[in-house]
């Protein structure tokens, strides 16, 4: 079945810690995005990238880095420089086109 | 910059019964795409509907019709028959058109009573 994988379903981090959230698609989209979910908030976006080895910040990227090596592949790491972590993380992809976002099923990141 | 509106954080609705979403956007692009997405608990995003806004037809799927008026720049999401599988946060999203990025409304949560 080709769909988006993130991993893990939840995380936690120490202070001062740098965590990698994975996601994984198998659909064959150009492009990746990792969006940031707060509670009563619609999603925002952190980082995206259109092809391989490309990728822009977006509105919330202080504290945030990615990589994009492979085209299947899109992590995103929560650097100690992220003062407020918690919330929800939201990978999708898309054809080349854009018409519609896929998104994966999340990753929840707590503070210890 | 592009802002999408919800202006209901919640509505409820008697199963069976027609509900409508309201959401309102902003932008000076003329041709873009506009969404809605649910979100059940489980909290996995879901595309409900989809409307390009070069086309005058409403889009349907199956029980989720959309009333979009672009002079208005008004998008609102009609369920009809209501089914307890509908609760659930929907969210209106706005595609921007330089790098497909989504801009996201706050969301509607959504309850079906019995």
């Known amino acids: 079945d080709g769909g988006i994988t993130q991993s893990p379903k939840y995380l936690f981090r120490k202070e001062g810690q740098n965590v990698t959230l994975s996601c994984e698609q198998n659909?064959?989209?150009?492009?990746m995005y990792w969006y940031r979910q707060d509670p009563g908030q619609g999603l925002r976006l952190i980082y995206y990238?259109?092809?391989?080895?490309?990728?822009q910040k977006g509105d919330i990227a202080e504290g945030y880095s990615v990589s994009r090596e492979k085209k299947e592949s899109f992590p995103l790491t929560v650097t100690s420089a992220q003062k407020n972590p918690t919330a929800f993380y939201l990978c999708?992809?898309?054809?080349?086109?854009?018409?519609?976002?896929?998104f994966g099923p999340g990753t929840r990141l707590l503070v210890l | 910059a592009q802002t999408v509106t919800q202006s209901q954080p919640e509505m409820s609705v008697q199963e069976a019964e027609t509900v409508t979403l309201s959401c309102t956007y902003d932008?000076?692009?003329?041709?873009?795409?506009l969404f809605w997405y649910k979100q059940p608990p489980s909290r996995q995003m879901i595309l409900v509907i989809r409307?390009?806004?070069?086309k005058q037809q409403n889009a349907t799927e199956n029980r989720f019709s959309v009333n979009f008026q672009k002079a208005a720049k008004s998008f609102s999401l009609k369920i009809s028959d209501s089914q307890l599988g509908d609760a659930a946060m929907y969210f209106c999203?706005?595609?921007?058109?330089?790098?497909?990025?989504?801009?996201w409304g706050a969301g509607t949560k959504l309850i079906i009573k019995p």
């Open positions: 999708a992809s898309t054809t080349g086109t854009g018409e519609t976002q896929y």
């Open positions: 659909l064959n989209h150009d492009a």
């Open positions: 990238s259109q092809i391989v080895n490309d990728f």
């Open positions: 932008t000076s692009e003329s041709d873009y795409y």
């Open positions: 409307q390009e806004a070069y």
């Open positions: 999203a706005y595609r921007r058109d330089s790098n497909y990025q989504l801009i």
